[in-house]
Each structure stands twice: as C-alpha cells, then as structure tokens.
C-alpha cells in the first residue's frame, strides 16, 4: 500500500491510479481520527459506512457481520487484477458484479458449453450499450431463459466462492435499498455460501496437486474401470483421445470449472486419466503473423520504458484488466512474458470458436490497443529522440497489419 504524507500546505498528493478512479468529484470527510481519515464523494447519497483491509478482516468473518446484523446495501472490493460487488437484502446476498472477465455472464454461458464463441461474440456486438446481453442471447434463441437464469445464479456463486481465493485487497460498505429487479434467487443462504466457500478453497488445492494445470491435457491411460459412473464414462471418453485441454474438456461435457476439476481428479485417482503438458507450439498463418509482428514492437517498447518506469509491467497489467469487451475476452489471462511480449498460444486459444476472418480482426485491435498505450508511455517516459523511432514503427506495423487483414477480406 502506497504511504502517504501531507505536506507543509496541508496538501495530500495521491497516486496516479487513485486520481483516475475518484475523477474530478469533490470529496467530504467522512469520518477522521487522530489515527485515520476516510474521504467520500460529497455527491454520493449512500455514503461509506465501513472500509477496511482483508487481512485484516478475514472475509468468512466480514461476511458473517453483515448477515448477522441483517445489513441491506453493497460491500465492494478492490483486489488485485479487479473489483468486486456483493449486493446484500436483510443480511443475505442476493446479487454480486464482477470486472473479472471470466466472471462475466457472456463467459460463464460459455464455459458451461450454452453458447459457441461466435455466437456470443455477434450478441456482444448487438448488445453494446443497447440491451443486457443476456436478453439479446434468448431473444435471438442462442440460449434458453432457463440457461440464462441457471447461468446468472451460477455467475453471482462464482463471484463469490471465487473471493476466498483472495487474502489481500479492500473493501468498503455502502448501505442502501437494492433495485429489486437485480436480486437473484440463490440455492443456498450466505451462511452456507460461507462455508461452500471455504470447502472449495480447501478441495481446490488438493484438486491442482493432481491437475497441475488447467492448461494441461488429460489423457486415456490403459487402466479400464466397469464401475464408472455414467458422467465419469462420458467425460474420459471425451478425454481419453488427449486433444481438449482440462478447461475446454470441461466446457465440451458441460461442467462448471470447479465441478470439473473435481469429477476429472476423481478420474486421475483411479488411474484412469493422467495429465500432460500440451505442445508449446508456435502459432502460424495469419494469426502467427500478426502476433509476430505487434510482439516484435511490444518487446520494442517495453526495452527502453523499463529502463525509465521500474513499474511498467504493472502499468501493462492494470491496463489489460481495463479493457472494455470485446479486448478484454481477446487478452484474458494472458501472461506478459519477461520481455514484454504476449503468449501467442493462450491469445489464440480464447480465440477458439470465432470464424476465421472475426479471430484475424479482433486479435488485431485487441493488440492495437495495447501497442498505442505502450507508444503514449513511450512518449511520456522518454526523451524524443528515444521515443520518436519507436511511435513512427508503431505507424509503419499497424499499416502491415491492416494489409495482411485485408489480403484475405
């Protein structure tokens, strides 16, 4: 966490970051102490009540206070790679919002094998700033209302079963009445949410013992078992030819990630299935090629800025989590390698499932994106002379990449 220090004017300067999430709204003292000051927007109506530090706070405890006392508003957090909100009626969660990409409704549908990527990718498209996705999904008959209600349940448990995996971050509490239409009915209470939680964090460990990784392929071993359950049957015979990752297998049998990994554990133990690492092969055509070409100057750039900006990784990061869809499902949970550039394999496999002509033109703005903000740190962070040759070779590859989108267009 940042320390911060008031000056001899009594000013306080706050980080970049910080700036750019509270904008240009006054603030108001909220509440202050000798030891403590929290600020708000003057202009909220449902300020602040509580803030605090996980960590400090255990989140089963920070839980268990709101549903014991019956606390209707929203408990929001800030964790590393993204935010969280947890929408409280009476002490029970009924609703909860995610930046977390693969905690997106448009994702969970997918993973759970409800909607191919093109077809979600054309509703995403006709959704923008118009109508909930979710109904542009039903209304076009891509997925059934009750896939969609299954699927907005499973997204608000995710969001938080998936909290427990977080011990750092913070939180703050606004109470005010909920919009009624956004409550969904959950098949368990936040007590049991509490403890289906801790369960998961606990067998989720025990599971990538095994797993390793969800990037890795299970695979067919000799050992034939008659007393397979039929779910069991159905999922080795979908594993056993190795060519599906663990996270696609479990999309291909229609299983949630978590009970995925259990049911596939279940199989290693028996001896059924065993893991390998996939090829790490290079990726060609088109996509190769591209990827090839916007690495060559992500390496580039990321040279001569770190040597400037010790936290440019950072910065790189807090923008990749940023992105608005359809970039942020083009780059999601993609690595920065060490130089600066992008896993090609990991970009092109959230590709899967888009024609030919959609991967070609998305993985192209996605990168575009990310190269522009590179270049606008370049010219920040370095003298002219350095930052000059390396915005005119951003010019010279996005016109090589529209040629190359183009050739086959």
Same mark, same amino acid.
């Given at each position: 966490?940042?320390?911060?220090?008031?000056?001899?004017?009594?000013?306080?300067?706050?980080?970049?970051?910080?700036?750019?999430? *509270? =904008?240009?709204?006054?603030?108001?003292?909220? $509440?202050? %102490? !000798? /030891?403590? #000051?929290? +600020?708000?927007?003057?202009?909220?109506?449902?300020?602040?009540?509580?803030?605090?530090?996980?960590?400090?706070?255990?989140?089963?405890?920070?839980?268990?206070?709101?549903?014991?006392?019956?606390?209707?508003?929203?408990?929001?957090?800030?964790?590393?790679?993204?935010?969280?909100?947890?929408?409280?009626?009476?002490?029970?969660?009924?609703?909860?919002?995610?930046?977390?990409?693969?905690?997106?409704?448009?994702?969970?549908?997918?993973?759970?094998?409800?909607?191919?990527?093109?077809?979600?990718?054309?509703?995403?498209?006709?959704?923008?700033?118009?109508?909930? *996705? =979710?109904?542009?999904?039903?209304?076009?008959? $891509?997925? %059934? !209302? /009750?896939? #969609?209600? +299954?699927?907005?349940?499973?997204?608000?448990?995710?969001?938080?079963?998936?909290?427990?995996?977080?011990?750092?971050?913070?939180?703050?509490?606004?109470?005010?009445?909920?919009?009624?239409?956004?409550?969904?009915?959950?098949?368990?209470?936040?007590?049991?949410?509490?403890?289906?939680?801790?369960?998961?964090?606990?067998?989720?460990?025990?599971?990538?013992?095994?797993?390793?990784?969800?990037?890795?392929?299970?695979?067919?071993?000799?050992?034939?078992?008659?007393?397979?359950?039929?779910?069991?049957?159905?999922?080795?015979?979908?594993?056993?030819?190795?060519? *599906?990752?663990?996270?696609?297998?479990?999309?291909?049998?229609?299983?949630?990630?978590?009970?995925?990994?259990?049911?596939?554990?279940?199989?290693?133990?028996?001896?059924?299935?065993?893991?390998?690492?996939?090829?790490?092969?290079?990726?060609?055509?088109?996509?190769?090629?591209?990827?090839?070409?916007?690495?060559?100057?992500?390496?580039?750039?990321?040279?001569?800025?770190?040597?400037?900006?010790?936290?440019?990784?950072?910065?790189?990061?807090?923008?990749?989590?940023?992105?608005?869809?359809?970039?942020?499902?083009?780059?999601?949970?993609?690595?920065?390698?060490?130089?600066?550039?992008?896993?090609?394999?990991?970009?092109?496999?959230?590709?899967?499932?888009?024609?030919?002509?959609?991967?070609?033109?998305?993985?192209?703005?996605?990168?575009?994106?990310?190269?522009?903000?590179?270049?606008?740190?370049?010219?920040?962070?370095?003298?002219?002379?350095?930052?000059?040759?390396?915005?005119?070779?951003?010019?010279?590859?996005?016109?090589?990449?529209?040629?190359?989108?183009?050739?086959?267009?």
């Amino acid at each position: 966490m940042d320390s911060l220090k008031i000056d001899s004017q009594g000013q306080l300067k706050l980080p970049a970051e910080l700036v750019r999430q *509270l =904008g240009s709204e006054s603030l108001a003292v909220l $509440s202050n %102490s !000798a /030891r403590h #000051l929290l +600020l708000g927007r003057s202009a909220e109506k449902s300020p602040v009540t509580l803030t605090g530090l996980l960590g400090d706070i255990s989140l089963p405890d920070l839980l268990s206070f709101f549903n014991m006392f019956r606390k209707t508003g929203i408990l929001s957090f800030e964790l590393e790679g993204g935010e969280k909100a947890l929408y409280f009626q009476k002490g029970e969660v009924v609703y909860a919002t995610s930046t977390f990409a693969d905690e997106e409704l448009g994702e969970i549908l997918f993973a759970l094998g409800k909607v191919e990527r093109d077809a979600l990718q054309h509703a995403r498209q006709l959704s923008a700033g118009r109508a909930p *996705l =979710g109904k542009v999904l039903v209304e076009r008959g $891509s997925v %059934s !209302a /009750r896939d #969609l209600w +299954l699927a907005a349940r499973t997204q608000v448990e995710s969001i938080v079963y998936n909290l427990f995996g977080f011990d750092t971050g913070s939180f703050s509490f606004q109470p005010k009445a909920l919009d009624q239409e956004k409550i969904v009915r959950l098949s368990m209470s936040t007590q049991n949410l509490i403890m289906e939680g801790l369960r998961r964090q606990d067998e989720h460990a025990l599971f990538m013992r095994k797993i390793i990784s969800l990037d890795y392929y299970p695979v067919g071993t000799d050992k034939q078992l008659d007393e397979l359950s039929p779910g069991e049957d159905k999922f080795t015979a979908c594993a056993r030819p190795g060519r *599906l990752n663990a996270r696609a297998l479990f999309r291909r049998v229609g299983l949630s990630e978590f009970d995925g990994m259990r049911l596939l554990y279940g199989l290693l133990e028996k001896g059924v299935l065993r893991m390998e690492e996939g090829p790490s092969t290079e990726v060609g055509g088109d996509l190769g090629q591209i990827l090839k070409i916007y690495n060559s100057v992500l390496r580039a750039i990321y040279a001569r800025v770190i040597q400037k900006t010790p936290n440019f990784a950072e910065e790189i990061k807090s923008f990749l989590h940023d992105l608005p869809q359809p970039f942020s499902f083009v780059l999601r949970d993609v690595g920065l390698m060490e130089d600066g550039s992008l896993d090609g394999n990991r970009v092109v496999a959230n590709l899967e499932g888009l024609e030919e002509g959609d991967k070609k033109k998305l993985l192209a703005d996605a990168l575009g994106e990310l190269v522009f903000m590179e270049s606008m740190a370049a010219r920040r962070d370095l003298d002219p002379p350095q930052a000059q040759p390396l915005v005119a070779r951003v010019q010279e590859i996005t016109s090589r990449v529209k040629s190359l989108i183009g050739r086959h267009e």
